[in-house]
């Protein structure tokens, strides 16, 4: 069994996890998205702004570690604290935001990094969690169950 330590870290940009489609944040969906991850094994990272979902901050910080951040004089700064702890773990995070990129200046990652280490996710119609992970993502765990889901068939025509 691959030990939680060895798995890779999942940051979860929590604003961007909260959202609904209603337009009203549910940060059910950051618990849930936290669950997941956490009951595979792997380390995670909540980032929020102190003052959200606290109705939820008790029950997420019971699977996950919570890193508030202060917005009020930047809304994008959960943002680069998520991306920050990504680069220094070496992890994946969890947005559906594809321009993450844009809060970094090139030098040290770069828009092609974001695009490998970016979960994306959906809930279906009954509140699942379904994770679209990069082409990257090395699932070192035996359980295949959930990643066929969102896994691309690839196939290439061989040459004789």
Known sequence: ???????????I?????????????????ALVIA????????????????WAGKEQQENINKIAKI???DISDDNEHDDIIALGICIVKNGYYVSNDKNMYKHLDGKLVNRNWCASRRIGFHFDE?????????????YENDNFDDITISLKIVTKEVIK
């Not at 069994?1 to 940051?11: T, Y």
């Not at 669950?35 to 102190?50: D, I």
């Open 126 to 138: 009954e509140e699942k969690f379904i994770p679209h992970y990069p082409d990257v993502w090395e």
């Open 1 to 11: 069994m691959i030990e939680r330590s060895q798995l890779p870290c999942i940051v």
């Open 35 to 50: 669950t997941y991850f956490s009951e595979r094994q792997h380390p995670v990272f909540v980032v929020m702004p102190h």
């Open 13 to 29: 940009d929590g604003r961007n996890a909260a959202r609904s489609k209603n337009g009203r944040p549910n940060w059910n969906h």
């Open 67 to 69: 890193q508030f951040v």
